[in-house]
């Protein structure tokens, strides 16, 4: 069984561009977590989701920033018109539920560069 | 609103010394807490967890308490070894609208020394 997959690990991206980073839940898990790791700080919840729905953006920025999980494929997190403060990891999770008891499995992260 | 607190690293140690990482956090409630590792190029894992007051958390000789006293969840092991090295997240989740927020603490890289 496979794991939380993401691509790609690293991306360039010169400031202005558009940065598309993807997550495929492990199979049977249809909630999908974002979270942002800027350098020397802890993961910070960004976006929550579920097939079709975003139930929960709170931590994600107003502009720039979108998320979606369609019926079929991975979970895409889009940042439009990147800054040099967006270079960061972000991490995606999945669980096979929303619920208090289920755990949260983690991607490797996707390391975000903006020059 | 919620957030965790753990010492600051890198801390590096021989192999078989005592390992303490210290975190302490605030929320309302009763939270779970948890310990998640790192290890190089990979993505988190969980290591441990607590659902309640004075629950211990144990797994690959690691070891936690939820102390609601001292708003603590400490981690230790009695004997680290090289493999140990990693970086170390304590986390709390909160339930919220049905499904569980995780707020996580910054890190603390561990070293272990042959």
């Known amino acids: 069984n496979a794991g939380v997959m993401q691509n790609p690990r690293h991306l360039v991206r010169r400031r202005g561009q558009e940065a598309r980073l993807r997550c495929s839940p492990m199979k049977g898990h249809s909630h999908v977590y974002w979270y942002r790791q800027l350098p020397e700080e802890g993961l910070k919840f960004m976006v929550y989701l579920q097939k079709e729905n975003i139930i929960d953006e709170s931590g994600m920025p107003k502009e720039r920033f979108s998320a979606e999980f369609p019926k079929e494929g991975p979970s895409i997190l889009r940042i439009q018109q990147v800054v040099r403060g967006d270079s960061a990891a972000y991490f995606c999770a999945s669980s096979p539920g929303g619920g208090h008891n289920y755990e949260q499995y983690f991607g490797p992260g996707t390391r975000l560069t903006v020059t | 609103g919620n957030s965790v607190t753990q010492m600051e690293g890198p801390v590096t140690l021989s192999e078989e010394a005592f390992l303490t990482i210290n975190c302490t956090y605030t929320a309302t409630g009763y939270p779970s807490l948890f310990w998640y590792v790192q290890y190089p190029g990979e993505g988190l894992q969980l290591l441990l967890k607590?659902?309640?007051?004075?629950d211990k958390g144990s797994n690959k000789g690691f070891e936690a308490t939820y102390r609601k006293e001292t708003t603590s969840f400490h981690l230790e092991k009695g004997s680290v070894q090289v493999s140990d090295s990693a970086v170390y997240f304590c986390a709390l989740s909160r339930g919220s609208g049905g499904y569980q927020k995780v707020t996580f603490g910054t890190g603390t890289k561990l070293q272990v020394i042959p």
């Open positions: 607590a659902t309640k007051a004075d």
